[in-house]
């Protein structure tokens, strides 16, 4: 047998090895935790905006229940509380992450029920705060999930546990939409979030068959012994219950932000999470009023942009997570930084060729599967800068980051296209993927590609 084909089965016994991380007990359950993450979303506005509706509420009202959302953008403002406060008596049994994700998944389902008992037409109030209730315990159960993600997994795995975690929440997502619409076309809105409520158990019996976290003897545990300002220390000193209040303010709140900014390179690293999806986000906010103008009806965008482009974005994920698992973080991330900004080029094909259903087809699967391949990265390379003495803290605010910049940046996209064509717009989305890669290339040269490694170093003994 030559070399060439004996190099080729190697390889390939490696990509497959790497693909095995999948059957992982660990990643398993982060499978159903991201269900537990994800089907609460569409359940306080889109789902809920159809109930609305139905029940004559303007569209100004419906408009405004937007705002139930508000929990998601700033749930790193309580994060600390989840990090750091143990709950009386079920801590105890169950541990820190298992017994918030316990009181954040029981709060959901009785939040759904009450949500699903409340009467948008008479009080549409009730309705609203109710909504609002669910999307706090719903942002607050991602604070937790995320955490526990981070700490149950090595770091060999956050590439799969990243993808895996999208695929459920994708199903999730998919259960709350299409099949709690379906449901109440038959029985009704009040049994349909009856059943959603029901479905959380899902994400509970995954917490209770799952073991706490050992952050003790995990590979990138740090010391929680942070330098703080000399003023928070003066403060700690204080007698009685304002000096114990100000430690814990301290240890909660301030310490996870003083870690991360001791870090070398910290500000270019909070510059990659902006920028790193922001060609990919241009292009994303833009798709739909671009499709409708190329002419394509609703339902062929249905059936191409959301159901098989849902599809490309699951196996992009998968194979990202592969990726990851083979190639590592920061190599991965490149890789996938280069396919997604080469994918907005599909874009400017599209724009040229007008409506074109097979090249529709074929910019929505490359641009999915290479958005999947890129998030699946991204979401392992977050993973890997927690400190795990401060996991729930520092991921809320980096992942916060992240969507401010998903969000903000992406905002100005319909400016910029009301005032140039389709074609200038998406090359134009191409050469925004280029200040992210262009940060990554700089920390791969100037800073340690795990941010942890040399602390390690300083842990090992002599």
């Not at 019996?205 to 003066?234: C, F, S």
């Not at 724009?351 to 990265?377: D, K, Q, R, W, Y």
């Amino acid at each position: 047998m030559s070399l060439a084909m004996l190099s080729f089965r190697r390889t390939l016994q490696q990509w497959w090895q790497a693909c095995s991380v999948y059957t992982e007990k660990r990643v398993l359950a982060i499978l159903f935790l991201g269900f537990s993450s994800g089907l609460p979303l569409a359940l306080t506005f889109s789902t809920l905006s159809v109930w609305l509706s139905e029940d004559g509420i303007s569209k100004t009202a419906i408009g405004l229940f937007a705002l139930t959302g508000v929990p998601y953008t700033f749930k790193f403002v309580w994060s600390p509380l989840i990090d750091q406060l143990p709950i009386p008596w079920l801590s105890k049994k169950m541990g820190r992450r298992r017994s918030w994700a316990l009181l954040c998944q029981c709060a959901l389902m009785i939040s759904l029920c009450l949500l699903g008992l409340s009467d948008p037409r008479e009080n549409p109030l009730t309705t609203a705060l109710l909504a609002l209730l669910v999307a706090f315990w719903s942002a607050s159960q991602d604070i937790v999930i995320d955490a526990y993600r981070v700490e149950i997994l090595e770091e060999k795995q956050y590439g799969a546990g990243a993808a895996i975690y999208v695929l459920g929440y994708r199903i999730g997502m998919l259960a709350s939409g299409a099949g709690a619409l379906y449901l109440a076309t038959y029985y009704g809105w009040l049994l349909t979030y009856l059943f959603m409520a029901l479905l959380m158990l899902v994400g509970a019996v995954t917490i209770l068959l799952n073991p706490e976290p050992n952050i003790h003897h995990h590979p990138r545990a740090l010391a929680n012994d942070t330098p703080l300002p000399a003023w928070i220390g003066r403060w700690g000193q204080l007698p009685g219950r304002r000096g114990t209040a100000m430690r814990w303010i301290a240890k909660a709140v301030i310490a996870p932000f003083a870690d991360f900014t001791r870090r070398d390179g910290w500000l270019i690293v909070l510059l990659f999470i902006l920028f790193y999806k922001l060609g990919d986000s241009l292009a994303g906010v833009m798709s739909n009023p671009f499709y409708l103008e190329l002419d394509f009806s609703k339902v062929e965008i249905a059936y191409i942009s959301k159901i098989f482009g849902l599809a490309a974005t699951l196996a992009g994920s998968v194979v990202g997570g592969v990726m990851v698992n083979r190639l590592g973080i920061l190599q991965s991330l490149f890789y996938c930084g280069l396919l997604q900004m080469v994918s907005n080029l599909m874009f400017v094909l599209l724009a040229a060729s007008g409506h074109s259903l097979p090249l529709l087809t074929l910019t929505i699967a490359v641009e999915n599967f290479s958005g999947g391949m890129g998030t699946a990265a991204f979401v392992a390379y977050l993973s890997s800068l927690c400190n795990i003495a401060y996991t729930a803290t520092q991921y809320a605010l980096l992942s916060s980051f992240m969507a401010f910049g998903r969000t903000l940046l992406a905002s100005m996209g319909g400016s910029l296209a009301d005032q140039m064509s389709w074609t200038l717009y998406f090359l134009l989305t191409t050469l925004a993927a280029l200040p992210g890669l262009a940060l990554l290339w700089l920390m791969t040269r100037r800073f340690v590609a795990n941010p942890h490694a040399e602390q390690e170093q300083l842990d090992e003994p002599a």
